[in-house]
């Protein structure tokens, strides 16, 4: 490349789908958190400080020292029989799914799972029925092949099945219906099982799939746990991710798709022509670690944290914001969502408030289509304790001094 | 998922894009080569007995123990700044790119720079230019976004500028050109400085988006370094991809993208929606690896080896073929490409080769629209010297009884 390389003759002629690809909030903030000392409440980092490190160094070295080269190789699209294996039994075990490894193909993190269920299933122009609010890296992964997105009121039990009929009446032709049930992303709200039920009953009824993300119902650290959409279903209408991410290191980009085996030979060729396949050794030192060590115990670590931390940012949240604030109160997950009190702009709030180091995430960028202003996903998983109750509290006083200015 | 799962209520409504998926063909192979004992000769794989397996253990312990949970926590989606600041400084020294880290965004292997930049370009219906023959998983991966490809006439020094003419008359909206101008995959032509040249006049007096894979480039064991397309190239018209694949592991899925800034921004938003980043372990570990060995000593052991195999192959398809067969001689790289006598069917083949224990990939899947039957790809990077020459001495005994049953 010539020193005058910024110069082209070409024009670059961007797809269609380009003019919808905006950077997130939230990638952009891990950008300047990685270069700045703030306090994030912003992105949804797990408690690096639970990476069991040393397990990992020693089942870096048994995978390479008794599979040598294998681990450096090409493998197959599907991945890791024995991963997909370990998949399929944690699922019966846990859900009882009746499914076993060919109804599971690994991906690179739940993110790769939304991609390919865009490039499988979506035409330019088709509708993606979403929960209003929804996961914003779901819209930009489902935008990118040129959707528009159908939102459906939702309230501290789920959508509301009259609205979710609307919705479908008003857009029959809906390719699925994409939901994060338990712990959602970004309310950190959990569905009833009532409303469960009557959303299979919808999408059955109408013939509808069902894409449910599931990336942290394994992190309940309060209440019963509730069914997977993809248990509660007799009918295959249910496609379902789930990811190493939050139970174990985000790092090694691994999550999974579960769904019919037909299903799955398509997410496989899309696969294919996308990346190939995951990272080997990624793939055989996660298994490693599954077969060595207690899964369960390291979960069971992650919980405590994250409620001890949930609790503290309720009651510092509860101590220190403005009258008029209101909040979720997840019984697992990473997020808890904050509703302004006087009408505030949380995207207003930010510079501010990155000012005095403390990163949030506005929460207009849930919203696909109508934009609400007034709210602000909070992460309680990744900030230490103290860090927690100095960011929220540094956060109220932004909050409090823009309400007087107001 | 109850066990009547496969009686589902929903018809699986797959976008218009899947009707052009299909198996690769080399994928396929790789499946079935894993569960019999099969000398292959159809993959890419590289020979796993050079994979520095002791080297990389002590990577992965060092990483782990300096580096901690950070290797293990999410990262950014343009890739770790070392990596690409050493991908910088390399093709600084080897090509003389005038480049930075913010020229550079790291991939899932090339694979994943193929579909970004499809994501990137293609809009249904939009032409691809490519070699014909050209690689088969590029033509999977740009069909995936709904394109037409444009195949033009090469012969051993490259694309015939006349014909590259021809096409563009033919596709004057034609979005980009895309080529493997060293060691090609399938066939290990190189293209001439001659044909190079021609090549970035045409593009640029046009306007045309030059998209140069190169992931063999390193791996010359004979003859003269011939430039990049991208180090020829004053104007910014020409995208270059890499890979770690090739020169170090393929099982660490890591390879990269080189354009202009403003370009690579574009492909962050595009890779940001479709997996957020690449495993964080594995950009740290092939860093250290960068930092702490010398991977010109290594690549040197690859050349070594590669070229002694191509030196058997052609030897071995000299002695043992019959007269009529025609073979191309590469000066680096994985593969050569054989023309069958008497025009007889390669796929044909593969069924009674595959019974003998040999796999090959039959040239056909490399053409994207004009079926040409007797050829085939021969990989003679990944048997073993013994294997391969018994491989190739057995696929010779199948074309002499097809020829002789013909």
């Not at 101590?319 to 997840?330: H, S, V």
């Not at 289509?369 to 509290?393: C, F, H, P, W």
Request: proline share 4%.
């Amino acid at each position: 490349m010539a020193q005058k390389q910024e110069e082209s003759s070409v024009k670059y002629n961007y797809a269609r789908r380009v003019s919808n690809m905006k950077a997130s909030d939230v990638r952009e903030l891990l950008k300047v958190t990685e270069t700045r000392e703030i306090i994030s409440l912003g992105g949804g980092l797990p408690a690096p400080e639970l990476f069991p490190v040393e397990e990992i160094k020693a089942v870096a070295c048994k995978v390479l020292e008794e599979e040598g080269a294998q681990a450096l190789q090409y493998s197959t699209t599907e991945g890791y029989l024995p991963l997909r294996q370990w998949i399929a039994r944690r699922l019966g075990d846990t859900e009882g799914l009746a499914i076993d490894a060919d109804n599971i193909i690994l991906t690179n993190g739940s993110q790769q799972a939304l991609d390919l269920t865009g490039k499988l299933f979506l035409d330019e122009g088709d509708v993606v029925v979403c929960e209003s609010p929804t996961y914003l890296a779901a819209i930009s992964a489902f935008r990118a092949y040129g959707c528009r997105f159908a939102e459906v009121e939702t309230d501290d039990d789920g959508m509301l099945p009259q609205a979710l009929e609307q919705a479908l009446d008003a857009n029959p032709t809906a390719k699925l219906i994409y939901v994060v049930p338990t712990f959602q992303n970004p309310t950190g709200r959990t569905w009833s099982r009532e409303r469960r039920e009557a959303l299979l009953e919808i999408a059955a009824r109408r013939g509808i799939l069902v894409v449910e993300d599931n990336p942290y119902g394994e992190l309940r650290f309060e209440g019963e746990t509730i069914p997977m959409l993809k248990s509660m279903d007799g009918q295959g209408n249910v496609i379902c991710f789930g990811t190493f991410s939050k139970i174990f290191c985000p790092g090694y980009r691994l999550g999974w798709i579960v769904a019919e085996k037909g299903v799955i030979e398509k997410y496989g060729l899309a696969k294919q022509g996308t990346d190939l396949q995951c990272n080997t050794l990624a793939q055989r030192e996660v298994t490693r670690f599954l077969q060595d060590y207690d899964i369960d115990a390291h979960i069971g670590r992650i919980r405590e944290t994250y409620g001890r931390r949930r609790n503290l940012a309720i009651r510092t949240i509860e101590r220190e914001f403005p009258e008029g604030t209101a909040i979720t109160r997840p019984q697992g997950g990473l997020f808890l969502w904050l509703t302004l009190p006087g009408g505030l702009n949380a995207r207003e709030l930010l510079p501010a408030s990155m000012e005095k180091g403390v990163a949030f995430v506005p929460g207009e960028s849930f919203f696909p289509n109508e934009k609400v202003t007034n709210t602000m996903r909070i992460n309680y998983s990744n900030a230490t304790d103290e860090q927690l109750e100095k960011g929220l509290t540094i956060l109220a006083e932004v909050v409090t001094e823009a309400l007087q200015g107001a």
